[in-house]
């Protein structure tokens, strides 16, 4: 695939990416600040624990985030060394289509199905 392709791609995740988390942890600090604000000191409280449960889905959804965008900063990496479309398992090459679909991966299709 063209580099410059690739590149056009991954940019537009990560600017997906980074918006996606900037909201979340905008989010988060909103959820955290409504349960100091709760007092959070009835454990009974459904308001409370509501507000603990969206707490906890954030705090994996941020993380979750914050993985894709490692994932799509070392893809631009390997763009830049030219191992991009390599599988790090494998060593074999990505497919296209593959690459389309999630530019930032780093395995071929078979390595993927055996994690
Ligand atoms: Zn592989």
């Known amino acids: 695939m063209d580099p410059d392709i690739v590149r056009g791609l991954l940019d537009a995740e990560r600017a997906e990416a980074t918006a996606l988390l900037a909201s979340m942890r905008a989010r988060l600090t909103a959820v955290v600040d409504a349960a100091v604000d709760e007092h959070a000191d009835d454990e009974h409280d459904p308001e409370g624990s509501t507000l603990a449960f969206e707490r906890g889905q954030l705090v ?42 999630i530019p930032a991966t780093e395995v071929c299709i078979t390595c993927a199905g055996r994690r």
């Open 60 to 101: 994996s959804q941020i993380e979750r985030s914050s993985r894709r965008l490692s994932e799509i900063d070392a893809a631009v990496a390997r763009l830049d060394d030219g191992t991009y479309g390599r599988c790090v398992r494998c060593e074999g090459e990505i497919s296209e289509v593959r690459l389309e679909a």
